[in-house]
């Protein structure tokens, strides 16, 4: 396959370090211009003038950059030869050529974003054929639960005894669109039987995936299993006896754990016979994951040795119990934990979202237990899978230029400020119709705009000439563009901080 890429002189050289060990017959068209992203018909035509004629009948492809706003359509017809978008940033030239057999290049989409797209639908196109041929031990509804299957994520609801309605069925549908596959009615100390029947109902009425009750009363188990629920939490020697009947004749599963303030293996063995023989055959164990200080590497051998003992009962994860108590960033901790607990054979990852740094487990779970899917079914790292939980840091990072002194201005903040005529703006991310939003406040007048896109606010600002002031402007921006990031990663926004 014969390649043209069009480039300006700026990015020559990475342009043909990229080229040089593609498999492809590669010609690099260097223009008569800087960068790049303000190629045009005309620039390239020169260009292929002084490099012998603009005939190229025997080029497959012309690449430009993925940066390039201008319509190639003319020229494509003219040269008789696809223009195409390349990747906005000639570092990845590289690895898109890789795809060039393979991939439909647009003259819309740049081919970075293509490729990330396609590595993406591949991605999901092979995790729900794993899912779909995957042998499970048992099923909560249509969720397949231990053997081959996905691990699965479970979402508490603290104190849903405690939350109205209306508010059990908003966090519900916040943890199903993240990805939750079950949740979790977490039950208040205080919970009265009525109490736990009219959670788990409301839950049940409104989900379609499995739910669980989650408490050591008997009484409150007993009424949450009247009310419907697929899976129990948690059961030892103190509730067996006044539950497992009632358990074991409506068929549903119950987590098992062991008796002991320091759990062992030796009662969580004990506590599963004792469900077996009263004829509880759904049955999930949980040897009890312990928080970072308080004895994790022992309970993480405690897993371990659960597993080398027996192969087949599916394993509970507590991972909220990690990263609750625990002051880091939960994206690389849940997938950290995500892979571990593929490793040592567990099926649920459980957690809730209690903490503001907490926000996102569910979502965070649900990727990373896909993540770990595909790299067992790639036998390789979770790396490179058309999915990743990568927010603050980048994958590969841009080469950073070199200048001399003698080419900048050091900067200085101005001392002078002005208000600008045109009036002030108060920034706030806000909640509309259940949607977290930027909300830009224009004073004197009361107008409002809301969006999650800093340029999009910022161009309607400039449109209804809302302000008048360079600085101003600048101001704007940078502070929208604040706002923007804090909605991205969750975290919260004040104006000026």
């Known amino acids: 396959m014969r390649i043209i890429l069009v480039t300006g002189r700026k990015a020559e050289g990475m342009v043909r370090d990229a080229v040089r060990d593609s498999p492809h017959r590669c010609e690099v068209l260097v223009q008569d211009i800087d960068i790049a992203a303000f190629s045009t018909p005309g620039s390239i035509r020169r260009a292929l003038e002084k490099e012998g004629g603009v005939d190229r009948s025997d080029t497959d492809l012309i690449l430009v950059s993925g940066l390039c706003k201008a319509d190639f359509s003319n020229l494509e017809w003219e040269l008789k030869t696809p223009v195409r978008l390349g990747p906005r940033n000639a570092y990845d030239l590289r690895d898109t050529l890789k795809y060039a057999d393979e991939l439909e290049f647009s003259a819309k989409v740049p081919a970075d974003l293509l490729l990330a797209t396609k590595r993406r639908e591949e991605a999901m196109k092979e995790l729900q054929a794993l899912e779909s ?3 499970e031990k048992f099923r909560l509804k249509t969720v397949k639960i231990g053997g081959k299957a996905r691990m699965k994520v479970c979402a508490e ?17 916040y943890y199903i669109k993240c990805g939750a596959d079950m949740v979790d009615i977490g039950v208040h100390i205080s919970a009265s039987p009525e109490e736990v029947m009219r959670a788990v109902r409301t839950a049940r009425e409104f989900a379609s995936v499995p739910v669980s009750v989650d408490t050591m009363s008997p009484e409150l188990i007993l009424a949450g299993i009247e009310s419907g629920a697929d899976m129990v939490l948690s059961l030892n020697r103190e509730n067996i006896a006044a539950v497992g009947d009632a358990i074991a004749s409506e068929g549903i599963a119950a987590v098992i754990v062991p008796d ?3 759990p062992d293996l030796a009662s969580l063995f004990t506590n599963i016979k004792k469900a077996q023989d009263m004829g509880i ?8 994951l312990d928080a970072v200080g308080y004895g994790i590497g022992a309970s993480l051998h405690r897993y371990y040795l659960f597993r080398q003992r027996d192969r087949d009962t599916p394993l509970f994860f507590g991972v909220g119990n990690v990263t609750e108590l625990i002051d880091a960033d939960s994206t690389g901790v849940n997938a950290v934990l995500a892979g571990i607990a593929h490793d040592i054979g567990a099926d649920i990852l459980f957690t809730p979202e209690y903490s503001d740094k ?4 569910v979502k965070e779970l649900r990727v990373a237990s896909e993540m770990m899917m595909l790299a067992k079914a790639r036998s390789g790292p979770p790396k490179d899978l058309g999915l990743d939980l990568l927010m603050m840091k980048e994958k590969r990072s841009k080469p950073v230029p070199r200048l001399s002194d003698n080419d900048v201005i050091e900067a200085e903040q101005a001392m002078r400020w002005r208000r600008d005529p045109c009036g002030s703006f108060r920034i706030a991310i806000v909640e509309v119709d259940g949607r977290r939003v930027i909300c830009v406040e224009h004073q004197p007048s009361g107008r409002r705009i809301t969006g999650v896109n800093a340029k999009e606010i910022m161009d309607t600002i400039l449109r209804l000439n809302m302000v008048s002031l360079l600085e101003h402007a600048a101001y704007l921006g940078r502070e929208l563009m604040k706002a923007e990031l804090a909605l991205r990663v969750g975290r919260s926004y004040e104006q000026d901080q």
């Open 157 to 173: 609801l603290v104190d849903a005894t405690l939350m109205p309605e209306e508010a059990i069925r908003q966090r519900i549908d």
């Open 260 to 262: 002991n303030a320091h």
């Open 133 to 135: 041929e995957a042998k």
């Open 281 to 288: 055959e759904r049955i999930i164990a949980d040897p009890v």
């Open 358 to 361: 907490a926000r996102g487990s």
